[in-house]
C-alpha cells in the first residue's frame, strides 16, 4: 500500500506512521530523515543539500525528488512505503506520479487552534531528538527527559509566532496538494482528536476502505 500524509505541523503524522509502519509493513519515509541520512553518509545529494542549508537557502525541488525517487527503489518499499513531507508542491506531486502510484492520501484535519496548542507545548531533547509534550505527554520529572535526565528545550519553530508562520507556509505551498489528490480520487479525511488511540483507530478504519 502506498500512502501519502497530508496535513500541517502538528497534525500527528510521525505519530501514526510510527503505528501504521509496523502494522501495514512498509517504511515511513520522511524527507528530514532522508536528508539527515544523506548527509551523514556523504552522498553526493548529501554534500549538496549540505551546501545548500548551510548558505541559508532552501532545497530545490529537483534535489529532493531525485532523494525521494532512489529512497523508493530500495526493496523495503517492494509491498509499500508511507511518505511523509513529500510531496510538498504541484511540481513534486507530478514527479512522484512518474515514480509511483498513489494508493491513498491521508489528509490530517485540525483546528489552526489545535495546532497552536499541541505545538507550543511541545519539548524535545536535544541529544536524541525524543518528543514530549507538557499536556498530553509530560516527562515524568518535568522539563528533565526521561531516559538521559537532560534539560528539555522548545525548538524555535515550536513559539507560537513561528508555528502561525509555518502555518501559512503550509496553507500556501502544501494545501493546494489536497485539491490535485481530490481530484485523483484518493484523499481519505483522517479527523485528529486529542486521544491519539482515538485518532489510530480512526486511521485504520478509514484504509480498510
Request: net charge negative.
Amino acid at each position: 500500500m502506498n500512502l501519502v500524509f497530508l496535513g500541517p505541523p502538528g497534525a500527528g503524522k510521525g505519530t501514526i506512521a510510527a503505528v501504521a509502519k509496523n502494522a501495514l509493513g512498509v517504511p515511513h519515509i520522511s524527507t528530514g530523515d532522508l536528508f539527515r541520512e544523506n548527509i551523514k553518509n556523504e552522498t553526493e545529494l548529501g554534500k549538496e543539500v549540505k551546501a545548500i542549508l548551510a548558505s541559508g537557502g532552501l532545497v530545490p525541488d529537483s534535489v529532493t525528488i531525485k532523494m525521494v525517487e532512489e529512497r523508493l527503489k530500495r526493496s523495503d518499499c517492494d509491498n509499500g512505503y508511507i511518505l511523509d513531507g513529500f510531496p510538498r508542491t504541484i511540481p513534486q506531486a507530478e514527479a512522484l506520479s512518474k515514480m509511483s502510484k498513489i494508493d491513498g492520501v491521508i489528509n490530517f484535519v485540525l483546528s489552526e487552534e489545535e495546532i497552536i496548542k499541541r505545538l507550543s507545548g511541545r519539548r524535545m531533547c536535544k541529544s536524541t531528538g525524543r518528543t514530549y509534550h507538557i499536556l498530553f505527554n509530560p516527562p515524568k520529572v518535568e522539563g528533565i527527559d526521561d531516559e538521559t535526565g537532560e534539560e528539555l528545550i522548545q525548538r524555535d519553530d515550536d513559539k507560537p509566532e513561528a508555528i502561525k508562520h509555518r502555518l501559512e507556509v503550509y496553507n500556501e505551498s502544501t494545501a493546494p496538494l489536497i485539491d490535485y489528490y481530490k481530484k485523483e480520487g484518493v484523499v481519505l479525511d483522517l479527523i485528529c482528536t486529542n486521544d491519539p488511540k482515538e485518532t489510530e483507530e480512526n486511521f485504520f478504519k478509514l484504509i480498510k476502505k
